[in-house]
């Protein structure tokens, strides 16, 4: 049985579901684009090609093994994107918390049935109907679980919003030992550049101490600001909207000391090597075109 542990982003990853590219299906119309950056490169005919981002997520996986991770893979669904597996389930402690997921997307939580079932089911959650979440906005931070919420009237009318007011209080049920802290993030269905499809795309923890934050990406400056105290200024590295694009905040720990990095984010990882981290360059940006990067390609189960 696997012994599920995850109290951090950062600490020694020891098992992960990595998602996988293949069989990914046809280019979607855009009616059925998810966010707006995928519409974005719909129409413009760059839509990323299948053998592309297999070959991105071995590249991924190879950097994985060297560091002795244990690396589980979806059973591969026929024309079916299983390359984002944090948005299928999260693990917080010894939890597994199944995400409540856009409905067509049902099936990729039953291509990981193979890492279920090594799981103990009681420590499997399943969250009542109403309770709205994906593991792009769930972040166990020491004390905190930090999560990126849209709490305003119009939230049905946004693909983009993800998690719900719902998923907060059902976050407090679960865990509450823990203080849980929301932050409104800004949500556009057609502006990539103003939207922050989870929290995970304005903000990551990183190393000890330290994060990766976007200002724009949060809907209230107070949210914002409150993180910046969190750290402190100096150890916060600031990301433009052209970076939070880039998905800048979407790279992946290994430990407190090694981070996957897309291998063109020259500015951040030239940054991150100066605080005196360890950085995996990988090219993901053919993923990215799909507004998601390196975390959200993962689902860690166990960090010692």
């Given at each position: 049985m696997l012994q599920l542990n995850v109290q951090d982003e950062t600490s020694l990853l020891k098992a992960v579901v990595l998602g996988t590219a293949?069989?990914?299906?046809?280019?979607?119309?855009?009616?059925?684009?998810?966010?707006?950056?995928?519409?974005?490169?719909?129409?413009?005919?760059?839509?990323?090609?299948?053998?592309?981002?297999?070959?991105?997520?071995?590249?991924?996986?190879?950097?994985?093994?060297?560091?002795?991770?244990?690396?589980?893979?979806?059973?591969?669904?026929?024309?079916?994107?299983?390359?984002?597996?944090?948005?299928?389930?999260?693990?917080?402690?010894?939890?597994?918390?199944?995400?409540?997921?856009?409905?067509?997307?049902?099936?990729?939580?039953?291509?990981?049935?193979?890492?279920?079932?090594?799981?103990?089911?009681?420590?499997?959650?399943?969250?009542?109907?109403?309770?709205?979440?994906?593991?792009?906005?769930?972040?166990?931070?020491?004390?905190?679980?930090?999560?990126?919420?849209?709490?305003?009237?119009?939230?049905?009318?946004?693909?983009?919003?993800?998690?719900?007011?719902?998923?907060?209080?059902?976050?407090?049920e679960q865990f509450p030992h823990k203080k849980i802290k929301s932050f409104e993030l800004r949500k556009s269905n057609t502006n990539p550049k103003e939207n922050a499809l989870h929290l995970d795309c304005c903000f990551q923890p990183i190393g000890k101490d330290k994060a990766i934050l976007h200002k724009n990406g949060f809907l209230k400056e107070e949210d914002y600001l409150w993180l910046v105290d969190y750290f402190g200024k100096e150890n916060v590295f600031d990301i433009s909207s052209d970076e939070m694009y880039q998905m800048f905040s979407n790279v992946f720990s290994i430990s407190t000391e090694v981070i996957v990095s897309e291998k063109s984010f020259t500015r951040l990882n030239k940054w991150l090597r100066d605080q005196g981290f360890t950085v995996e360059e990988v090219p993901y940006a053919e993923i990215g075109k799909q507004e998601g990067l390196l975390r959200c390609s993962t689902l860690p189960l166990i960090r010692e």
């Open positions: 293949k069989s990914c299906g046809p280019v979607p119309s855009p009616q059925e684009a998810y966010d707006p950056k995928s519409l974005e490169n719909i129409l413009a005919g760059t839509y990323p090609k299948e053998a592309d981002m297999v070959e991105e997520m071995e590249a991924f996986n190879a950097v994985l093994q060297k560091h002795g991770v244990q690396v589980f893979r979806p059973e591969v669904l026929a024309d079916c994107n299983q390359i984002f597996s944090r948005d299928i389930a999260f693990v917080i402690e010894d939890k597994l918390i199944k995400a409540n997921i856009l409905p067509d997307r049902e099936k990729e939580f039953d291509a990981i049935i193979h890492v279920l079932d090594v799981i103990n089911p009681e420590n499997i959650l399943i969250p009542p109907h109403d309770v709205h979440v994906e593991g792009g906005d769930v972040m166990p931070c020491k004390d905190y679980i930090f999560v990126g919420t849209y709490s305003g009237e119009d939230y049905a009318s946004y693909i983009t919003a993800r998690t719900n007011v719902a998923a907060v209080e059902y976050l407090k």
